[in-house]
Nanobody
Framework: QVQLVESGGGLVQAGGSLRLSCAAS????????MGWYRQAPGKQRELVAT???????NYLDSLKGRFTISRDNGRKTVNLRMNSLKPEDTAVYYC?????????WGQGTQVTVSS
């Protein structure tokens, strides 16, 4: 069984930075992609950034230049560095791990950006 645990969320002022981390534990093989999604109240969950086991990345276009995703394949972790945060970045951020045949989700970590 695989568990995903997110950390690093919190309350920050506009313009501040946070680093989110997600660690996977348990037995898992053939990881295809790890990434971050976010969901604000009343809105759809949206992709923030993903990174493949080979290091290929993709981002929500509007976040390029502010958010950076990285991965440690050996530790099965994925990180998200968020700079120049804006109030509209406020959401619950979810870690996702995709493998051939399915995926796992973390329980989410709250990010709140004050104006």
């Amino acid at each position: 069984q695989v568990q995903l645990v997110e950390s690093g969320g919190g309350l920050v002022q506009a313009g501040g930075s946070l680093r989110l981390s997600c660690a996977a534990s348990g037995s898992i093989f053939s990881i295809s992609v790890m990434g971050w999604y976010r969901q604000a109240p009343g809105k759809q969950r949206e992709l923030v950034a993903t990174i493949s086991s080979g290091g290929n990345t993709n981002y929500l276009d509007s976040l390029k230049g502010r958010f950076t995703i990285s991965r440690d394949n050996g530790r099965k972790t994925v990180n998200l560095r968020m700079n120049s945060l804006k109030p509209e970045d406020t959401a619950v951020y979810y870690c996702n791990l995709r493998f051939p045949g399915g995926s796992y989700w973390g329980q989410g970590t709250q990010v709140t950006v004050s104006s």
